[in-house]
């Protein structure tokens, strides 16, 4: 998919963070945008940044079904169709894996797996239907391919978005669909993420522990020194017009991934460092 402009891109997570970024670059390709975030001021914020391109806007919590199928509706409806959907909303959960609650679970997995397969449940057979050229971006993480001590809950949520874009990218190249697929796996960027709780719902409020503490401090010192939104949002759109599969932003992940694949099959356990 190569020419952007004049189509429809969707967003979710794009209050702040990456989901801005690729917002504010879908605008900058002359594209309208649908964009979805729990948080209304950055929501809006990322409306008024994004200059003469049409903007909607949608309070959405992608955990939910209900709410994921609206905002579809309301994209087919007042848009007239989406070429571009990226399931971009997520939070971070830290801690040892023994010390996770059903809580926790349900809220990372609620944003980071349920937000993506929502998004595919609701937005993908009729991007099919279109019978145009489309893209689908799962954002992902490199915790999505390598698993790290303190961020268990993270690493299984992302794991298995993984395995859902890849899944995903199968189905549609089996049934000769015109839609590609790409798994953005960023590693720290300049984000919010270790303050992902100002979204955690109070039905799944749970006591935090210092390995928890630990963890999200780890998370917001790299975030810190990580590297800007808008080179991931550069990386993405380069990728839709390749139809590349997967995205890391440091060529370094594509050596540590090798280096793990070759010590799991000697049966090992891989470094994390």
């Avoid at 003469?52 to 959405?60: F, H, M, R, S, Y």
């Avoid at 990580?226 to 995205?247: H, K, M, N, T, Y």
Wanted: net charge negative; aromatic share 6%.
């Amino acid at each position: 998919m190569r020419e952007l402009v004049g189509k429809v891109a969707v967003v979710t997570g794009a209050a702040s963070g990456i989901g801005r970024a690729l917002a504010l670059r879908f605008a900058a390709e002359g594209m309208t945008l649908m964009l979805a975030d729990l948080d209304y001021g950055g929501l809006a914020e990322t409306a008024a940044l994004a200059g003469d391109a049409k903007v909607l806007t949608q309070i959405t919590d992608v955990s939910d079904a209900a709410a994921v199928a609206h905002l579809a509706d309301r994209c087919f409806g007042e848009l007239g169709a989406v070429h571009v959907l990226c399931n971009n909303a997520g939070v971070y959960q830290g801690g040892h894996m023994w010390t996770r609650t059903e809580e926790d679970f349900a809220w990372v997995l609620g944003a980071n797996l349920w937000g993506v397969l929502h998004g595919i449940h609701e937005f993908v057979p009729r991007m099919i239907e279109q019978g145009t050229e489309g893209h689908i971006v799962n954002t992902v993480s490199v915790a999505g391919l390598f698993a790290v001590p303190g961020a268990g809950a993270y690493a299984v949520s992302k794991h298995a978005a993984l395995a859902a874009s890849l899944a995903l990218a199968q189905d549609l190249a089996a049934v000769g669909a015109k839609l590609r697929v790409t798994a953005l796996c960023p590693g720290a960027v300049r984000t919010r993420i270790a303050d992902s709780a100002r979204t955690r719902p109070s039905g799944l409020a749970a006591t935090p522990s210092q390995d928890e503490a630990d963890s999200l401090d780890q998370v917001g010192r790299a975030a810190e020194s990580g590297i800007e939104p808008s080179d991931v949002a550069d990386l993405v759109v380069a990728a839709i017009r390749e139809e590349r599969f997967l995205v890391l932003t440091d060529q370094k992940y594509a050596a540590r991934l090798r280096l793990q694949t070759e010590t799991l099959l000697t049966g090992d356990l891989p470094s994390y460092q």
